[in-house]
C-alpha cells in the first residue's frame, strides 16, 4: 500500500535526441527565423486567451516542438484563437502567429 | 465582295476583322462569367433589371467608365490622362458615327465613321457639318495630349504624382504599343488625306497644308497600319488589362444592382478582376511596398495573378488587410473581399476546437449595456479602466463581458480562412450575449467590433466606445472640459475604413483636447503595422511599417497621440516619447 504524502513525483522523462526527428523543427526554424530566439520566458502563455480557458500552453507546445516531440502538436495548437496577444507581450519579438501558422500547417493533419 | 460599294476598301478588313474577334470574345467571357453568378446574385438582378436603379447604374457607368471622376479626384493628371483616352475615343466613336450617318451616301457601313476622312473626300455641307467635324478634331488632339502623357508617365512617374507604376507582362505591353500607335496613326492618314483632298479641319488641314499633296501609296499605307493598329489592340484586348474597359461597365451596373462578392469566388468576381486597369494607383501607399519592398504583393498583381490563374498562397497571405488599397482603387474593386477568398481556399482544418469555451457560464445582465473590451484592451489595461469610470460618471449600468478572461471574437481566425473555428467562436459569444439579454454592445477593439457589426447577427446595437462616448456628450449625460494639449489622432485601418467611422473620435477629441491634423488621415491613414491582418512579418517589419505611421502623425508636432484601438496604441507606445492614449483615456482625464 503507497503512503499519500499529498504530491507526487513525476515519472522520469528521458529526451534521446538521437532518435528524435529535426527536420520539422529546421523546417520552422527556416520559414520563421525568429523562432530561435525564444528565451523561454513564459509572458507568451501568461498572457494567451485560450491559456484562460484551458491547459493550453504555447510555450510549452514550443519546447517540445525544439525537443522534436511532435506527436500532440498537432491537437493542441488546434486551441489557439489566433488573437495575438503573445505577439505583442513576448519580450524576444517572436513571430508568434506566423509560428502559430506554419506550425499548424506542418503539424496538423487533416 | 462590295467591290462596287465606293465606301470599301481592302484596308477596312484588319479592323473590321478585329472588331469582330473582340465582339466575339468578350460576348463570350461576359456570358460565362454571368453563368457563374450565384443563385442569389442572379435573383437580385433578375428584381432590379428594369428598375430606377437603372438610372444612376447608367450615370456611374459614364462617370467612372468615361468621365473617371475618381481618378481626377485623386490626381488631376492622371484623371486628364485617363479620362482623356476614354472620353476622347468615346467621343470620336460617337461623334463619327453621328457624322458618317448624317453625310449622304448610298450606304454606311459601320467602319465609316473609323475611316471617314478617307472615303468622304469632300467637305460636307448637312447642317451642322462644321460643328462636327470641329470636335472631331478636338477630340483628336484630346486624346493625343493623353497618350503624350501616358509616354512621359512611361519615361518619368513622379511628373504625374507616381512613384511607382505598375510592372507590365508582355501581353500588356503588346495592347498598349498598339494603343500608343493608334491616333498617332490616325493623326498622321488624316493628315495625308487633307494634304490630297483638302478635306480637313482646322487641325489636321493646317498640318495637311504645311506637307506636299501625299500621292495614293503613302495614303493607302497609312490608313492600312491606322486599321492594323486597332486590329492589334483589338485581338490583344481580351487577354489584356485593356478588358477593364468593357467589364468596368458591366461591373458598375451589377453593382449598382446590389450585387456583392461572397466568401467564394463567382462570376461577379470575374468581373471585377477583369476591370482592374493595371493603373497601379494602389501601389504607392500600400505600407508593404512602401515599407519593406514587398513588390508583388499588391492589389494589382494579386488580381493579375488570379486572372491568369495563378495564385501563390504567399501572395494572398502578404497582406496587412488594412484597405489602404482599397480606397485608393478607382474602380472601387471590393480588393479585401477577393483576398479573403483566396484565402478561404486554404483551411486547413475543419474539427471543432474550441470545446472548452463551453465552461463559460452564461450570465444575466439584464437591463445594462454590454462591454466587451476584447484580447488586446487586457494588455492595455487603462482602456476598460476608463471606460468604467466613463460608465460610472454617466450613471449607466454596464457588464464587462471579458472581464477576466477574454474570448477572441474570431476575426484573426477569419482573416486567415479558419472559418469553421472562427464560427465556433461567434456561435459561443452569441449565446453568451443573447442569454444575458443586454440592450448594446460597446466594444473598445475596432477588430471586435467590425466582427460582431459585420459577421454575428446580434439583435442588439453594436457601437465602438467612441461612438458611444460621443453620444454620451452630445446628451449631455457625462461633462468634459477642453485642455490645450495638441493631439494628433490615428484612424485605427479596421475602424475607419473598416466600418467608416472617422467622424465620432474627431468630436469627441475636439471637445476635449486641441485636435491637429496628421498627414494622411481619414481614407488615407496608414496602418500601424501590428495589426492581425498579415502572418508572414515579423517585429523588425512591423516596426518599419509603425515607424512611417508614426511619422505621419508627426506632420503639426503634436504634444500627444490619440487612437481608439488598443493595439494602435500599443504599437505607437514604443514608438513615441509623449504619451500615447486611447480616447476614453482623454476622456477619462478631462471628466467634469
Ligand atoms: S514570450 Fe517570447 S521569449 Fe518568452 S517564452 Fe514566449 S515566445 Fe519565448
Ligand atoms: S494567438 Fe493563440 S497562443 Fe497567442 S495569445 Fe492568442 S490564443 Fe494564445
Ligand atoms: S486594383 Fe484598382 S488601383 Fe489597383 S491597379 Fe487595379 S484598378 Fe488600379
Ligand atoms: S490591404 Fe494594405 S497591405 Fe494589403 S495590399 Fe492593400 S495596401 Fe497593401
Known amino acids: 500500500m503507497s503512503v499519500n504524502f499529498g504530491y507526487s513525483i513525476a515519472p522520469t522523462r528521458a529526451i534521446n535526441y538521437d532518435n528524435c526527428d529535426f527536420s520539422k523543427l529546421h523546417e520552422l526554424e527556416q520559414a520563421v527565423p525568429s523562432f530561435k530566439r525564444c528565451i523561454n520566458c513564459g509572458a507568451c502563455t501568461a498572457t494567451c486567451s485560450a491559456q484562460q480557458f484551458t491547459s493550453f500552453n504555447i510555450r510549452k507546445i514550443k519546447t517540445l516542438c525544439m525537443d522534436g516531440q511532435y506527436e500532440s502538436l498537432g491537437k493542441e495548437l488546434k486551441k489557439c484563437m489566433l488573437c495575438g496577444k503573445c505577439t505583442l507581450v513576448c519580450p524576444r519579438g517572436l513571430a508568434l502567429r506566423p509560428i502559430i501558422m506554419t506550425m499548424r500547417k506542418i503539424f496538423v493533419t487533416k | 465582295m462590295e467591290t462596287s460599294n465606293p465606301y470599301f476598301s481592302p484596308f477596312v478588313l484588319p479592323f473590321v476583322l478585329g472588331a469582330i474577334f473582340l465582339l466575339g470574345i468578350c460576348v463570350w467571357k461576359f456570358v460565362r462569367w454571368f453563368k457563374h453568378f450565384d443563385r442569389l446574385q442572379r435573383a437580385i438582378i433578375r428584381k432590379n433589371l428594369l428598375s430606377w436603379k437603372i438610372i444612376p447604374a447608367l450615370w456611374e457607368m459614364f462617370r467612372e467608365g468615361i468621365l473617371h471622376v475618381r481618378i481626377w479626384r485623386k490626381n488631376l493628371m492622371l484623371g486628364y490622362m485617363h479620362s482623356s483616352i476614354a472620353l476622347g475615343w468615346f467621343m470620336l466613336i460617337l461623334v463619327g458615327f453621328i457624322e458618317s450617318h448624317m453625310t449622304p451616301a448610298s450606304s454606311h457601313p459601320f467602319w465609316m465613321a473609323i475611316f471617314y476622312r478617307f472615303f468622304i473626300t469632300t467637305h460636307q455641307t448637312f447642317p451642322g457639318a462644321q460643328v462636327l467635324t470641329f470636335i472631331m478634331e478636338l477630340m483628336l488632339i484630346y486624346v493625343l495630349s493623353g497618350i503624350l502623357l501616358a509616354v512621359v508617365k512611361k519615361i518619368y512617374s513622379r511628373i504625374l504624382g507616381m512613384k511607382k507604376t505598375t510592372k507590365h507582362i508582355l501581353i500588356d505591353r503588346f495592347a498598349k504599343a498598339f494603343l500608343w ?412
Not at chain 2, 498617332?184 to 488641314?205: D, H, I, K, Y
Not at chain 2, 452630445?474 to 479596421?494: A, Q
Not at chain 2, 516619447?577 to 486611447?582: A, G, L, Q, T
Open chain 2, 181 to 592: 500607335l493608334i491616333f498617332p496613326l490616325r493623326l498622321l492618314s488624316e493628315v495625308l488625306a487633307a494634304s490630297r483632298f483638302q478635306n480637313g479641319g482646322f487641325f489636321t488641314g493646317f498640318l495637311g497644308d504645311l506637307i506636299p499633296p501625299s500621292n495614293e501609296y503613302f495614303l493607302l499605307l497609312s490608313w492600312t497600319l491606322y486599321s492594323c493598329a486597332l486590329c492589334g489592340f483589338f485581338v490583344t484586348l481580351p487577354f489584356s488589362r485593356y478588358m477593364h474597359i468593357f467589364s468596368e461597365l458591366l461591373l458598375i451596373y451589377f453593382r449598382k444592382m446590389g450585387v456583392r462578392e461572397k466568401s467564394e469566388r463567382t462570376g461577379y468576381t470575374m468581373y471585377e478582376l477583369n476591370a482592374c486597369s493595371r493603373c497601379g494607383m494602389c501601389i504607392d501607399n500600400c505600407p508593404l511596398n512602401k515599407e519593406l519592398g514587398h513588390n508583388d504583393v499588391q492589389s494589382v498583381y494579386f488580381l493579375r495573378n488570379l486572372r491568369q490563374k495563378k495564385s501563390p498562397i504567399r501572395v494572398a497571405d502578404d497582406c496587412l488587410m488594412c484597405q489602404r488599397c482599397a480606397s485608393d482603387c478607382p474602380v472601387n474593386i471590393d480588393l479585401m473581399a477577393i483576398r479573403q477568398q483566396e484565402r478561404n481556399k486554404h483551411e486547413m482544418d475543419t474539427a471543432d476546437n474550441y470545446g472548452y469555451l463551453d465552461t463559460v457560464q452564461p450570465f444575466n445582465a439584464i437591463g445594462r449595456v454590454g462591454y466587451f473590451g476584447g484580447c488586446m484592451s487586457h494588455l492595455t489595461p487603462g482602456v476598460p479602466e476608463a471606460m468604467k469610470a466613463i460608465f460610472e460618471a454617466a450613471g449607466q449600468k454596464y457588464w464587462y463581458m471579458d472581464e477576466d478572461r477574454t474570448m477572441c471574437c474570431g476575426r484573426p481566425l477569419l482573416q486567415q480562412g479558419f472559418n469553421r473555428q472562427a464560427a465556433d467562436l461567434r456561435r459561443k459569444l452569441t449565446e453568451m450575449i443573447n442569454k444575458s439579454k443586454i440592450t448594446m454592445l460597446i466594444t473598445s477593439c475596432p477588430i471586435c467590433y467590425q466582427s460582431f457589426k459585420k459577421e454575428y447577427k446580434l439583435r442588439i446595437p453594436v457601437i465602438h466606445h467612441t461612438e458611444y462616448i460621443a453620444m454620451l456628450l452630445k446628451t449631455g449625460r457625462i461633462k468634459v472640459r477642453k485642455d490645450d494639449v495638441r493631439t494628433v489622432y490615428h484612424d485605427p485601418c479596421e475602424l475607419g475604413r473598416g466600418c467608416g467611422i472617422y467622424k465620432e473620435p474627431r468630436e469627441v477629441l475636439k471637445a476635449t483636447t486641441h485636435l491637429v491634423k496628421a498627414k494622411q488621415e481619414k481614407e488615407d491613414s496608414l496602418c500601424c503595422g501590428i495589426n492581425l491582418g498579415d502572418t508572414l512579418l515579423d517585429i523588425d517589419q512591423q516596426t518599419l511599417i509603425r515607424n512611417a505611421a508614426f511619422q505621419n502623425l508627426m506632420y503639426k508636432h503634436p504634444d500627444q497621440i490619440a487612437t481608439a484601438c488598443p493595439m494602435c496604441k500599443k504599437a505607437f507606445a514604443h514608438a513615441s516619447e509623449f504619451p500615447v492614449k486611447d480616447i476614453a483615456e482623454i476622456v477619462r482625464e478631462n471628466l467634469k
